[in-house]
């Protein structure tokens, strides 16, 4: 197989940039083979919840994503209602970088707070100019804050 890229370049703007870790390819082909149940019925699934279970404890459940923005959106999901929206600072990944997936595929209404650093507080939030509720039946609530840590 001829490789048309050139091996030695790197890119670190997004985990889709890279290929796959040897091992895990190889464990991907080796589980390749023959058939499983399909949406979490399979051997592979079963296994990776009692590996996760060892450092997070029992009643842990884990859902394999595709990639970077799959798990962002779903995890904003688990979190809040349908209509539930998240407050973040312009600048942040969930904003500037998701290419709209939070909205698009989950339905998550950001509301976005202006920084100058991209580092935000419980003040930044209350002086932002956001939504005011003018009827239950318009509003979407916050129910999660993007962490800031600077």
């Known amino acids: 197989m001829t490789t048309i890229h050139d091996l030695a370049s790197r890119g670190f703007a997004s985990d889709n940039y890279?290929?796959?870790?040897?091992?895990?390819?190889?464990?991907?082909?080796?589980?390749?083979?023959?058939?499983?149940?399909?949406?979490g019925g399979d051997a592979y699934t079963a296994r990776l919840q009692e590996v996760m279970a060892h450092p997070f404890g029992g009643g842990v459940e884990v859902y394999?994503?595709?990639n970077g923005t799959g798990a962002n959106v779903v995890g904003l999901q688990s979190m809040l209602p349908r209509w539930g929206a998240v407050v973040t600072a312009t600048t942040?990944?969930?904003?500037?970088?998701?290419?709209?997936?939070?909205?698009?595929?989950?339905?998550?209404?950001?509301?976005?707070?202006?920084?100058?650093?991209?580092?935000?507080?419980?003040?930044?939030?209350?002086?932002?100019?956001?939504?005011?509720?003018?009827?239950?039946?318009?509003?979407?609530?916050?129910?999660?804050?993007?962490?800031?840590?600077?």
């Open 18 to 39: 890279s290929g796959i870790h040897p091992e895990v390819l190889a464990a991907i082909v080796d589980a390749n083979g023959g058939h499983q149940s399909a949406y």
């Open 64 to 66: 394999p994503m595709f």
């Open 92 to 150: 942040a990944h969930i904003n500037a970088d998701e290419g709209g997936a939070p909205e698009k595929s989950g339905g998550i209404k950001l509301l976005t707070v202006p920084t100058d650093s991209g580092c935000g507080s419980t003040w930044t939030v209350r002086a932002s100019p956001m939504p005011r509720r003018r009827s239950a039946c318009r509003f979407a609530p916050s129910r999660a804050t993007q962490a800031w840590t600077c």
